[in-house]
Structures are given as C-alpha cells and as structure tokens.
C-alpha cells in the first residue's frame, strides 16, 4: 500500500505572517493567537486551531525552520506556475453561453418575418441591433475567450456549380442551405460588458463554394456579474 503524503501547511498563514518573518514577530504573533484559541478560552478557544498554531510555533521557532522554508518555496513556485498556465489557457464558452439575439419563432408571432421584411426594418422594430449575444462570467474577464457561433451558410453545388438548372444532384437550385460554425476569440483587454463586435463573414469563409447566409455580423458580449445575497 501507497504510504499518503499528508497535505503541505503555510505556517506563516497560520500564524498571520508572511514568508520570511523575524524571529520577534513570530513569538508574539504565537503569543496573541494562543491567547485566542487555547482550549481553556471558553469564547474563542478551539483545541484544532490552537494545535495547527503551536505546530507552527514549534517549527517556525527552531532549526526546522530552514528545511521547512525549502519546501515552503518550491511550493509556492509550483502553486505560482500553475496559476499562470491556468491563465494563459483559453476558456472555451459552453453552447449555452452563445444564443441568437431574438428567436424566429418571437418574430413570427410580432409579424416580423413577412416577405420582404428587412432585417434592418426588424432591428427598427425590437430595438434590438446585434444578432448573437454572448455572456461570459466575470471571473472569466481575465482570460482569453472563445466562443462557437453556428451559421447558416449557402454551399455552391459541386456537380453544376450552380449553372445547371436540370440538375439531379441539387434540384436545379444551384446551391442548398447547410450550417456550419464559426470560432471566434475575444482577448481578456476587449471583455467589455455590452460590446459590441462586428464580423465580417466573406473573411471567414471555409472555402471557395461556401458562403455564409448573412455578410456581417453582429455579436454582443454580456458579462454576468455575481449575486451576493445580502444576509
């Protein structure tokens, strides 16, 4: 059986200290918490801490004291590291997180979807002048985002190339309607609550056959603050 390696303690935060904190500090740190948890203390005592502050007397006050602080680096730089590959790292939003600004189902019933309705005419309307809103936490303001935005796009029929009006293999069409998904990174100095990003798509496009429905797009960021619930 695997012998556990019991868990790293920060003396110097049991203590209320920093690293490298004088021998005279750590005595009267030691003495103002023992005061404050010893078991005897019927307010404030607490066997658990009053022996995690003595354990850290015990070591930050004798010889122990430099091997301890060798661990206690390379800990810390370990900690630190991981800390900066975690920022370096992208956050790559959930498909919940990405929705189309208003539903073709909500346009219909407000009679915005009749032929010949522009979609400038339906901003007009609702007032609403982005097409896709993307929320991001605010915790997540600090690293890089990338979203994935599905598109319809229009697919040049390979057979015809969109010359063949007698064409078995697209119906004549020229070209039929497919979808296909657009990645887009926003670095953490444009994370802006309620920006807005405009796209254009003929720079996107994945290839020579296929284009995207619309030609530009819209694209709204929307950062959630956290509740804190007053008690």
């Given at each position: ?43 404030t005592g ?6 995690k502050i ?146 254009d798509l ?30």
């Amino acid at each position: 059986m695997k012998k556990r390696i019991p868990p790293f303690i920060d003396y110097y935060e049991a203590l209320e200290l920093p690293y490298g904190a004088t021998a005279e500090a750590i005595k009267s740190n030691f003495r103002k918490l023992a005061k404050i948890f010893h078991p005897d203390n019927t307010e404030t005592g607490s066997e658990e801490s009053f022996l995690k502050i003595l354990s850290a007397y015990q070591v930050l006050s004798t010889g122990k004291r430099s091997v301890y602080d060798e661990i206690y680096k390379k800990i810390q730089a370990a900690r630190f590291l991981k800390e900066q590959v975690s920022l370096s790292s992208p956050i790559i939003l959930p498909p919940s997180r990405v929705s189309f600004s208003t539903g073709i189902l909500d346009l219909a019933k407000r009679g915005l979807m009749r032929k010949g309705f522009r979609t400038k005419d339906r901003r007009k309307v609702t007032g609403i002048n982005y097409d896709i809103i993307i929320r991001i936490k605010e915790r997540e303001t600090f690293r890089r985002i990338i979203a994935t935005i599905p598109l319809t796009v229009r697919i040049v029929c390979r057979d015809c190339m969109g010359g063949n009006p007698h064409c078995p293999a697209c119906n004549g069409a020229g070209s039929y309607k497919s979808s296909r998904n657009l990645k887009v990174e926003f670095p953490p100095s444009t994370l802006q609550n309620n920006r807005l990003f405009e796209f254009d798509l003929s720079k996107f496009r994945p290839d020579s056959f296929t284009h995207f429905k619309k030609k530009l797009l819209k694209v709204k960021l929307q950062i959630e603050k956290k509740i804190t619930l007053a008690v």
